[in-house]
């Protein structure tokens, strides 16, 4: 009566996501998505994301699409980047990473540094309401070098 007799059935259904046209497809929103996505899975494990975290952005009333005030919370805290680069970067436990300037260090002793424009992002730049996501966005491909990932 509708109820799936298999285990092994269950397993393999999934809900494939829409495709959209090359013309439509927004490359700047994807970079961004995919981005924090990797973050927060770093920042909470894989199987411990917040609901509220799992997808970074709403659509409102006008069909327009924004970061969730929660993650845009995180971001412009520096919570988000403390706790994925304390993770990703393997900081020392007894020196955990607080804030925007301790993450920018430690990216910088291993050689790695935020710039937009040849310029370095400060934690000014970071904290700065409304949220700046290009230069937010910055650090994430930081954290990938850093853990070895080829961007």
């Not at 995919?34 to 970074?56: F, H, M, N, Q």
């Not at 988000?80 to 020196?95: H, M, V």
């Not at 301790?102 to 540094?113: D, E, H, N, S, T």
Request: proline fraction near 5%; include cysteine.
């Amino acid at each position: 009566m509708g109820e799936v007799q298999d285990v092994r059935d269950a397993k393999r259904s999934f809900v494939a996501p829409a495709i959209k046209s090359f013309e439509h497809y927004d490359f700047s929103r994807a970079k961004i998505c995919c981005s924090l996505r990797w973050l927060v899975s770093k920042a909470y494990g894989t199987d411990s994301i917040p609901a509220e975290l799992k997808d970074p952005f709403y659509t409102d009333q006008y069909e327009q699409e924004h970061l969730k005030p929660p993650l845009a919370s995180l971001l412009l805290s520096a919570d988000l980047y403390c706790r994925g680069g304390s993770l990703i970067l393997k900081s020392d436990a007894a020196k955990p990473l607080l804030g925007h300037d301790a993450v920018i260090q430690a990216l910088a002793q291993r050689g790695l540094y935020i710039t937009d424009q040849e310029r370095l992002v400060t934690e000014r730049d970071l904290r700065k309401r409304p949220l700046q996501m290009v230069r937010n966005i910055i650090f994430i491909p930081c954290f990938f070098q850093s853990s070895g990932i080829k961007i």
